[in-house]
């Protein structure tokens, strides 16, 4: 007993020890419009198009590079007056001149002077990106959230509740393998009331999507025919913001609101058979918006621009003339089994710098470590890592003994 | 007992090794149980070597 005297002190003296752990909107008849193009004061090209009534809408693009978050903004006036109950629809084309968004609502911005905006992430293909918006006005709304989410294939973390605010709180979807990675969902948004005076409906959508080899796409129910219809925008690594304007002279709304008031709205990816990558669709906002006319008749306006994107100026010849500085690198569990791997860098030449993000997914086969942020190893990697510390000790226990002492 | 060591000597001895292993155990990124496989097996080698040399 008084051998193992040592034994029992260190067992004592063992809970002393703390060792702090890290937690973790019908087009109507058109009034003469008249645009010209001019500078703002930084030298940046507009389109300023009025009508002979004095309403004007300004649409602001800018220079970008490829990977850079981007956001196209316009103001609207009439008689020098900001409008702020306006619905205004993107059309967003592609250097090549193929569509990228259709009839996108931008959203307002709250409190502001006629201010509508649309995010995006510039997309690797440089050139001019042409862009028209188009504005009716007075509209209203009604704001329906979701009431419900129903997984089919993936993996869900959140709930239909983060959904609510744009604040960053994500309902989080994982692509699940059935054959391929696939992902399919729909929310539901119960006691929807079409209003009167309706004029069309808005499924706006932000979050972020991370595969890079396929996109989601957007679905409403169709009562009338028991089916899925794909709207015309859908989500890419490259859309912070989807929105799809279904127009009340082409979409029906007793078919996309059932009797009881429920809307079925789906997301789902377009490859199912893809293996590549675990997409992750992180859903920020959702919500469905039933404009109606709230004043009078229906006034509009258009406008058009443009936006810039270019390649970063950086000649290869003087490719090491860039600086590189590592600002973040974090590794960090998502899951029991799922690892990610974030790394922002900023590069800077001369007095240019720009900021790129790499992340990564990765899926560990025997678990992932939240305290040390990586997969562990196979287990016979780590018992034999076990094993030979242990058979380590013993023989150098076994040599003092033997000639120390 | 070796001269001049005693048991609260080794006690803080074999408390000092189980921190240094378990701090070993994070970095070598095992399983809890195996950490604890590891440590106890340290300890119970020196608690049996300090009392075979008593």
């Known amino acids: 007993m008084k051998k193992f005297l040592p034994l029992i002190l260190m067992l004592f003296l063992l809970p002393q020890i703390s060792i702090a752990k890290s937690g973790t909107v019908p087009p109507p008849s058109l009034t003469e ?19 002979n009534q004095k309403k004007k809408i300004y649409v602001f693009g800018t220079e970008y590079v490829p990977f850079e978050n981007g956001r196209i903004y316009i103001q609207l006036l009439s008689k020098d007056q900001p409008i702020n109950n306006a619905l205004c629809l993107i059309d967003l084309y592609y250097p090549d001149l193929t569509v990228w968004f259709d009839d996108a609502a931008m959203l307002y911005l709250n409190g502001s002077e006629g201010l509508y905006y649309f995010d995006i992430i510039i997309p690797d293909k440089v050139g001019v990106y042409m862009t028209t918006v188009k504005c009716f006005y007075i509209i209203d709304e009604t704001y329906d959230y979701a009431d419900n989410a129903v ?8 709930t239909f509740q983060d959904t609510w605010k744009d604040d960053n709180e994500y309902h989080d979807v994982r692509e699940k393998q059935v054959g391929g990675y696939t992902l399919d969902f729909y929310y539901e948004f119960y006691n929807v009331s079409v209003p009167e005076n309706y004029t069309g409906m808005t499924i706006y959508w932000i979050g972020r999507w991370n595969d890079p080899e396929e996109d989601v796409c957007i679905y409403i129910w169709d009562w009338c025919n028991s089916s899925w219809i794909k709207l015309k925008n859908c989500i890419t690594t490259n859309t912070p913001m989807v929105s799809n304007y279904l127009n009340t002279s082409i979409w029906n709304s007793s078919c996309l609101v059932a009797p009881s008031g429920t809307v079925r709205v789906k997301l789902n990816d377009t490859d199912p058979s893809e293996k590549s990558y675990f997409g992750n669709l992180m859903t920020d906002f959702i919500d469905v918006q039933m404009h109606y006319l709230s004043f009078g008749a229906i006034e509009s306006i258009r406008g058009g621009g443009e936006f810039h994107v270019s390649n970063p100026r950086i000649p290869s010849i003087i490719s090491e003339m860039v600086e590189e ?10 899951d029991n089994t799922t690892l990610k791997k974030e790394v922002l860098i900023e590069k800077c030449y001369f007095d240019e710098c720009y900021n790129i993000t790499r992340s990564e997914i990765i899926e560990c086969k025997w678990g992932c470590n939240a305290e040390a942020g990586e997969c562990y190893p196979p287990p016979y990697e780590r018992m034999l890592v076990v094993i030979g510390i242990i058979a380590l000790i013993i023989i150098l226990v076994f040599l003092g003994r033997r000639f120390l002492w | 007992m070796v001269k001049g060591i005693t048991p609260l000597h080794e006690a803080l001895f074999l408390l000092i090794l189980a921190v240094a292993f378990f701090l070993l155990a994070v970095n070598l990124n095992l399983y809890p149980l195996e950490k604890f496989i590891l440590i106890c097996s340290v300890v119970l080698i020196f608690t049996i070597f300090f009392a075979s040399i008593a």
Do not use: A, M
């Open chain 1, 151 to 158: 997984v089919i294939n993936g993996l869900e973390s959140g």
């Open chain 1, 325 to 334: 500085r590592l600002i973040y690198n974090h590794d960090y569990c998502i």
């Open chain 1, 33 to 51: 419009i008249i645009c010209e193009q001019r500078t703002d004061s930084k030298g940046h090209p507009y389109w300023d198009c009025f009508t």
